[in-house]
């Protein structure tokens, strides 16, 4: 929503052009080869409106049975949030079966932390805890998700908590805040240690380069504890997208990837789903259903 994005695989929105997202629909008519009336498919840039003409070019077909029917999972746990969570944890992780790692998600009832701590787990971390803001979120996490704890970073002191519910350090950190959170689990951290650094929602509206600096002290133990932090950027991935997602797709239907969703219905609620997503509202990925 800013004049410059700070990147560049991500264009601001433009004022008076119809804004964008993740989108998916139904072809009702094409003059594309690769694509026939009744398919379903998708874009990263799909216009806020109900009807339109696209660029095959840019158009992706999807497959309903990978997802049992739910449609709406190709844009969060198997699609590109299930894919940040999934290849971070597998290019910058480095999570090792029975090495008793312990992993932290800040961020982790959002699209992707939620999904993230479940890949953790499911990869080989013994201990995975989430950051989040409200009780409620800390209780679907615990008792839905399969995180081991949760904390609520409005309520109490976050790096006591920490200190309390990771006995053993911290080893991999799937960081969506940066801020002072990320100071107070990067403090907890331990030697050889790996941040995946998924996202900084504290930091956006910042004039700072990406990723932003740490702080000196924290910087400090960074780099004595030899810790990781590295920016990561799915699409640098791309050759990897497809057995990912199959991967994605047969967590879910085995029941081991547990999908939660925000669900607002009509296109003329998207602004208020929209706001609602940047103020902590939604858990899980939020969807607007535009029709049945």
Excluded at 31 to 41: L, R, T
Excluded at 213 to 223: G, W, Y
Aim: aromatic share 6%; net charge negative; hydrophobic share 40%.
């Amino acid at each position: 929503m800013n004049e410059d994005t700070g990147s560049d695989y991500l264009l601001p929105w433009q004022l008076s052009e119809v804004a964008d997202g993740g989108g998916i629909g139904i072809v009702e008519e094409s003059k594309h080869a690769n694509f026939a009336k009744g398919d379903i498919v998708t874009s990263f840039n799909w216009p806020w409106q109900t009807k339109v003409i696209l660029d095959g070019r840019f158009l992706q077909k999807l497959d309903p049975q990978l997802v049992d029917g739910h449609l709406s999972y190709f844009l969060g746990a198997a699609g590109i949030t299930g894919l940040t969570s999934f290849l971070g944890i597998k290019e910058k992780g480095h999570v090792t079966l029975g090495a008793n790692q312990t992993m932290v998600v800040s961020g982790a009832a959002g699209a992707c932390g939620s999904v993230a701590g479940q890949i953790g787990r499911l990869e080989g971390c013994s201990r995975v805890v989430g950051i989040c803001g409200t009780d409620e979120k800390c209780s679907i996490l615990v008792s839905e998700m399969g995180f081991d704890a949760a904390i609520n970073y409005k309520k109490g002191n976050v790096a006591e908590q920490l200190h309390k519910l990771c006995p053993a350090g911290v080893d991999v950190y799937f960081d969506n805040v940066g801020g002072d959170i990320s100071d107070a689990v990067i403090n907890q951290m331990n030697q050889n240690s790996h941040i995946i650094l998924c996202g900084q929602i504290s930091q956006y509206n910042k004039d700072v380069p990406y990723p932003p600096p740490l702080p000196p002290a924290v910087e400090e133990i960074r780099k004595a504890r030899n810790i990781t932090r590295e920016r990561f950027l799915v699409l640098n991935y791309m050759d990897k997208h497809e057995a990912s997602i199959l991967q994605l797709c047969q967590w879910i239907k085995e029941g081991k990837l547990k999908v939660k969703e925000t669900v607002v219905k009509g296109l003329e609620n998207i602004g208020g789903a929209f706001q609602s997503m940047m103020t902590g509202g939604n858990t899980g990925k939020q969807i607007v259903l535009i029709s049945e």
